[in-house]
C-alpha cells in the first residue's frame, strides 16, 4: 500500500517537475524582458527596417535556395541541411529550410560573423548577442497547414527575418504579430498550461508547445508588409505567425537566429536534423 502511495508520488512528480521547471522559465524570460531600456523594440516586441539589403543580394540568394532545393530532406554538407517539414511535422508543411546555410555560402559566412545583426539587437536590449544560425526560408504556397499563433520555445530567443522577395499583400503570406504580446506574462503561462494539459489528456507529445490558442487574433495583429531587403528584428515570444492565407506568391526570407551571448552554446543548430536522419517522421514542430 505504501509502496504504491510513494510509486504515485513518482509519478506525479515526474509530470509536475518538467512543468514546474517550463513555467520559471517564462517567468524568468518576463523579467528579464521588463529590465530591458525602454525603446521601440523592447516595448512592441519588433522593429521594422527597410532598404537593409541591395536586391542583388536577394536575388543571389534566391538562386542559392533554388540550387539546393529538393522535394526531400537531406544533409547538403557538414551542418548545412534541407528540412522540407512536411518530412517531419504535420504543420507548415509548404516549409522549406536550409539550416546553417552560412556553412556553405562565403558571402553569408561573412555576414554570420561580422557582428551587424548582433549589433543591431545589443543597441536595443542593453547586452551581448550571438547569431546561432543563418536559415534560407521559402515558404510554398499553403492555406491549409500554416500554424497559427504561438511563441518560438520558453526561453529568451530573438529572430530577424530579411524578406528577399516583396512581400505586398496578405496573400504573399507577410509575418504578423500581435504588439507588445511579448510582455503577456499570464496569457503565456494560461496557454502554456492549456498545452500541457492537451499533451497529458490526448497523449500526443507532438502537440505544438508554444501555441497561443487563446487571448489572440488577426483584430490585434499587424502584418509586415515591405520590399525584398527589409529587415524585421523580432522577439520571439510575441505572439506571432506566418499569415495563413498564403496563396499569391511564394516567399523566400533569411532567418537569423539570435541568442543572448550568455546562452550560447557555441554548438550549430540542429533542429530537425535527427529526424531526418532517422526518418522518424510527424514528430516534431520545428520553431
Ligand atoms: O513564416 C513566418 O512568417 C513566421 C515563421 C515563424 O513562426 C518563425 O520563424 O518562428
Ligand atoms: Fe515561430
New binding site residues.
Partial sequence: MLENIKQLKRKIEAKINPLKQELRQIIVSHSRFTSHPQNHFTLQGYELINNFWPQEECNRLISLANLYLKDESYVIDGNCYLICRKDVQKIDTKVQVITNIQEIDNALNQFFHNGIIEKLFEERIGYPMKVKSLRLQVDNLDTKTKRGF?T?GLGELYKAFIYLTDVDEYGDGPYTIVPGSHNHKYRHIFNHLYNRLSIFLTGDDSYPRGDMSFFYSNKKAISFFGKAGTLILSN?QLA??GWQQHDRKKRYVLVCDVVPLKNYNGKPMTLGLKEIQTNSNHNIVI?
Avoid: E
Fill in positions: 504561438h518560438d520571439q506571432h505567425k520553431q
